[in-house]
């Protein structure tokens, strides 16, 4: 298919911005994703591979359970963060996805670290705020690119 007005089209940094860490393994910032819907959409990129999902932060609220109905089909494994950990880790155990509460970003990334193969991906698409840990999802982001860039 080809439309010249697509010709370097690039998404919006931190929203499914794939990049590979000094071994090729892919990793994705989606710090962006801070609804349900978007976490959807991201995982929905990457469902024919396994997926280590970096989840939570500031719930807002929301009903995470079409989440989880989702994910729960798919070869994933969560790392929890945030205020909404506790949540999410009874939700995981409730739909009897792999979870660890890891409560931060840095965690996160080293556990993902000693784990992760080519092939897979990394994935943060946290489908929540970022202010319990960072200014913005911004912030989030360009954390979790420094983080994993320094393994």
């Not at 996160?108 to 994935?123: D, M, Y």
Request: charged content about 25%.
């Amino acid at each position: 298919w080809d439309d010249p007005g697509l010709e370097g089209f690039q998404l919006a940094s931190h929203k499914v911005e794939e990049f590979r860490d000094r071994f090729g393994r892919l990793w994705v910032d989606d710090s962006k994703a801070t609804n349900v819907d978007a976490v959807i959409g991201a995982v929905n990129r990457y469902q024919n591979r396994k997926i280590y999902l970096i989840l939570g932060g500031v719930g807002k609220g929301q009903n995470f359970i079409p989440l989880f109905r989702r994910l729960k089909d798919l070869n994933l494994e969560l790392y929890l963060i945030g205020e909404t950990q506790q949540e999410l880790a009874q939700l995981s155990e409730q739909f009897q996805i792999p979870a660890f509460p890891v409560g931060t970003l840095q965690r996160g990334v080293q556990e993902i670290g000693k784990r992760l193969q080519k092939g897979e991906v990394a994935l943060l698409s946290p489908g929540c705020a970022s202010f319990d840990q960072f200014k913005s999802y911004r912030e989030r982001g360009e954390r979790f690119k420094e983080l994993v860039l320094g393994l």
